[in-house]
């Protein structure tokens, strides 16, 4: 039973436009919700969270929105560069199980 | 500031064998967690362990099991392997309180 679902199995962006990656969830009962980033080779590396009673976390080029009654976030970068073409996971923590539950992953690939 | 590192990189194993993975949590964390990642899928949370105690588990059987130790290293081992066992194996560490997890480069397990 998938609780996380990224839809989109790839983006493709030009460099310096934004990339909007799109995440939703069946389980009300996520506390948090977090973008983790991974490379080829190495393990996923932790971008940004959000909790579940906020509705925007921002962090340099980084902007995730919540939309709960949706039980859907969304992940913007802007503006988009090279070193951004990687596999972005969405994932939900359940502070019942301490769990995160992971999506199937979005690759990214920024063009020049 | 040491990040989360795993032993060994790649490992390949025979049907019916047994396997231990090793992790060394990043410095100030007293969790550990373990996923199993699938070929083009997210990772899956195997469990979670604090105070060397199990903490949370995910849907894996009981052959799946795991220690913490003292200084907040882990083992997962995996009894009587099954070709569909064959997974990238990712450690992550963390604290109690925070939903963030902070993960190794991964285990590469072959079962042939």
């Known amino acids: 039973d998938q609780q996380v679902k990224q839809n989109s199995p790839s983006l493709s962006v030009q460099e310096g436009r934004i990339s909007i990656l799109n995440c939703d969830y069946t389980?009300?009962?996520?506390?948090?919700f977090l973008w983790y980033k991974k490379y080829p080779a190495e393990g996923p590396t932790f971008l940004i969270s959000?909790?579940?009673?906020?509705d925007k976390n921002e962090d340099g080029r980084f902007t995730v929105f919540l939309n709960k009654s949706a039980k859907h976030l969304s992940l913007h970068i802007v503006p988009s560069q090279p070193g951004d073409s990687a596999v972005y996971f969405c994932?939900?923590?359940?502070?019942?199980?301490?769990?995160?539950?992971f999506g199937a992953g979005t690759t990214v690939t920024v063009r020049a | 500031e040491t990040g989360v590192t795993q032993s060994p990189t790649h490992l390949i194993k025979t049907r019916g064998q047994q396997v231990t993975l090793r992790c060394s949590s990043q410095?100030?964390?007293?969790?550990v967690s373990w996923y199993q990642q699938a070929l083009g899928q997210g990772p899956q949370f195997i469990f979670q362990?604090?105070?060397?105690?199990?903490?949370g588990r995910g849907n894996f059987p009981p052959r799946f099991s795991g220690l913490q130790f003292p200084n907040y290293s882990s083992e997962l081992n995996v009894n009587a392997l099954e070709l569909d066992d064959s997974a990238l194996y990712l450690c992550?560490?963390?604290?109690?309180?925070?939903?963030?997890?902070?993960f190794g480069p991964g285990t590469r397990l072959t079962v042939t």
């Open positions: 992550a560490s963390g604290t109690g309180t925070r939903p963030e997890q902070y």
């Open positions: 389980n009300s009962m996520f506390d948090y």
């Open positions: 959000i909790s579940s009673i906020k």
């Open positions: 994932a939900a923590y359940s502070s019942n199980d301490y769990k995160l539950s």
């Open positions: 410095s100030g964390h007293n969790t």
């Open positions: 362990y604090y105070r060397e105690e199990e903490n």
